[in-house]
């Protein structure tokens, strides 16, 4: 009954207005190249500070579901991906548009992304409880093992070096551990600076490694307006697409279950799915010499698995605590922010949460389709925004919404030297990924291993005799000698 109840109040029209604007701005923000769903996102996670959980939630997933989407629009008629997660939509989507067929590969791409978020939200509906109730029986030892899987699941894709995520994912730690221990209450790296008290706020570590660093790195074509393939959408052209659709039922499903499985994953990501499931469609395919020529199925397994991704991200922040890839990083911020922490204890304590974010997926999912079939024509004029006045005003909305946080010109100071440190990280080839989990999990890793001793009364050996944590650490083992022995094939095959 409470399931129910938290379902239906998700249904009030301003809920359903706000999670309509929020798909919307999310479509536009996944249409403008350059500007991604981690940045929209972080943009919103200040201004939903003051909302009421249910509706800052709604908020965030619209804007979470659409941005994913809108990708497709600029990779269709610009041959750039609108979002990291568009890059294989490129490679059919944009010839397809060039033959003149751009509104055919628009139709392919709404079709895929609308069904791999129906299979996202089913996944999610029925794979979160069931985990949050197994990790219910977790206790500092799994959690231990688990951070430290995630890390090295992220370390071991970022990147073209280990050492470098390695280091990054370090100086992440380092930076939780700023301020006052959670143990004991000693002041630990402040230099004397009582605004380092407590520590770095998530947030303007997070809007600034995202937001400045994106703009700084495309300030260069400010000026460079972007060149849009001529496109043609009706309803009449979606309709005979949507006929045609059933043809690639398999190729829907496959790819949209294989982008679940790496959202499922810490840090991995859409893009990653995206290449996954476009090589496993043309693998399937009786015509592989047509994928990167205006194929639909290339376009269709690329958009059903980054759709789908997005489900499988959210099953490990909701379950675990543990964000799946850097979008949900800020949500996960939006968690703390509203005082919950996400993790086995919200499905026992606060299950109406669940079921909030669960109805915000599935309602944004309906209307992701319903605004892209009635305002593609409005997203193709996104692009034409000049982008010497679109991040200017992105820089002062992040000034903005990090001064609002805390009121406090300390963050905004944190914001601005994160984003520069963010950009030269970026410039030397270190991933950020890394870095900002290491933020996020540094102090949750401390406080569980403090437990751990705490459990094993001056030793850690009591973590081999948990199956579970020691079945962490070999996966945590193995992921780091994959990812060697995969550097090391790529480097052979480069020489």
């Known amino acids: ?51 009421p959980m249910d509706l800052s939630l709604a908020l965030l997933v619209a804007v979470y579901i659409g941005s994913i989407s809108g990708g497709l629009v600029a990779a269709s008629l610009l041959n750039i991906p609108g979002t990291p997660a568009s890059v294989t939509t490129t490679f059919d989507a944009y010839p397809m548009a060039a033959r003149g067929q751009a509104g055919k590969a628009l139709a392919y791409g709404v079709l895929a992304s609308f069904f791999g978020s129906c299979i996202g939200a089913l996944v999610l509906a029925f794979a979160a409880p069931t985990l949050g109730s197994f990790a219910l029986s977790f206790n500092a030892y799994e959690y231990f093992a688990l951070i430290v899987f995630t890390l090295t699941c992220i370390i071991a894709i970022s990147g073209k070096s280990l050492v470098k995520g390695m280091l990054s994912a370090l100086l992440g730690i380092f930076f939780s551990l700023v301020g006052l221990s959670a143990t004991d209450s000693v002041a630990r790296f402040t230099f004397g600076t009582d605004a380092l008290e407590a520590g770095f706020s998530v947030m303007p570590v997070l809007i600034g490694m995202y937001g400045i660093s994106q703009i700084l790195n495309e300030v260069g074509d400010i000026n460079a307006p972007f060149k849009v393939t001529k496109a043609t959408f009706s309803f009449g052209e979606f309709y005979r697409v949507f006929l045609t659709f059933r043809r690639s039922v398999w190729n829907v499903i496959r790819s949209s279950l294989i982008g679940v499985g790496i959202g499922i994953l810490p840090g991995i990501g859409p893009n990653v799915a995206g290449i996954m499931s476009y090589s496993r469609a043309k693998a399937a395919s009786s015509e592989p010499e047509s994928f990167g020529k205006g194929n639909p199925e290339g376009i269709i397994a690329s958009e059903a698995s980054n759709n789908a991704c997005t489900g499988g991200a959210l099953i490990p922040l909701l379950t675990l605590g543990i964000p799946g890839d850097a979008t949900t990083m800020m949500l996960l911020g939006a968690f703390m922010l509203h005082g919950v922490q996400p993790g086995p204890l919200l499905f026992r304590d606060s299950k109406e949460i669940f079921f909030c974010v669960l109805a915000a997926y599935a309602i944004s999912t309906v209307f992701m389709l319903l605004l892209q079939l009635v305002g593609i024509r409005l997203l193709i004029k996104a692009l034409l925004v000049p982008r010497y006045i679109l991040y200017p005003l992105i820089m002062a909305m992040c000034v903005l919404g990090c001064f609002a946080l805390n009121s406090s010109m300390f963050d905004v100071w944190v914001f601005l030297g994160m984003g520069l440190l963010g950009y030269a990280l970026q410039r030397l080839d270190f991933p950020l ?27 850690l050996m009591g973590i081999f005799e948990r199956p579970v944590a020691v079945s962490l650490l070999i996966l945590s083992l193995l992921s780091v000698i994959f990812s060697l022995r995969m550097r090391r094939r790529a480097a052979r095959v480069a020489a």
């Open 433 to 459: 990924l890394p870095l900002v989990l290491g933020l996020i999990l540094g102090q949750m890793a401390e406080s569980n291993l403090s437990a751990c001793w705490l459990l094993g009364q001056g030793s």
């Open 1 to 51: 009954m409470q399931e129910l109840t938290s379902i239906a109040a998700m249904f009030t029209p301003f809920l359903l207005c706000i999670m309509a604007a929020g798909v919307f701005g999310g479509l536009i923000v996944g249409a403008v190249p350059g500007l991604t769903s981690t940045m929209a996102v972080a943009l919103l996670v200040p201004v939903t500070f003051g909302m």
